[in-house]
């Protein structure tokens, strides 16, 4: 005989997925964050801040450990309580970006890349500079 899901067990479903998916942003988020350590291609701050929101959505052991993390922690914690970005992350952000699409341009990338990237990198930049700093 087949079982009806009753609303609330078809609601648990929902919000356990919803949390996961927002789980898998917020690694996904943290891994670009890694990455742009190492590659000058991608800024680190923004996909930090991006992790702690994903994180605090889907899994609040993980939001906690990215809180307390050395490097990450104090970043997330000023904007969260502040919306303040570091000034030296803006400029390492808006420096890397340059550099990003100035290698891009160099290396001969079409044209297309370069307006396209180029678009999102002023519109990233914009709203970076745009924050307050301490």
């Keep these: 005989m087949d079982e009806e899901l009753n609303s609330a067990e078809v609601s648990a479903m929902a919000a356990q997925s919803g949390k996961t998916g927002f789980r898998i942003l917020a690694y996904i988020a943290i891994g670009l964050a890694a990455i742009g350590v190492v590659l000058p291609l991608i800024p680190t701050t923004p996909f930090v801040l991006l992790a702690a929101f994903f ?3 889907g899994s609040p052991a993980f939001a906690t450990w990215l809180e307390g993390h050395p490097s990450f ?3 997330i914690r000023d904007w969260q309580r502040n919306r303040v970005i570091p000034l030296t992350a803006k400029v390492l952000a808006c420096s890397m970006m340059m550099l990003s699409w100035s290698l891009l341009l160099f290396l001969g ?4 890349v370069l307006a396209i990237s180029g678009i999102f990198m002023v519109c990233v930049a914009g709203y970076i500079v745009t924050r307050p700093s301490y």
């Design 55 to 57: 994180a605090s959505k």
């Design 73 to 75: 922690g104090p970043a």
């Design 109 to 112: 990338a079409a044209g297309t």
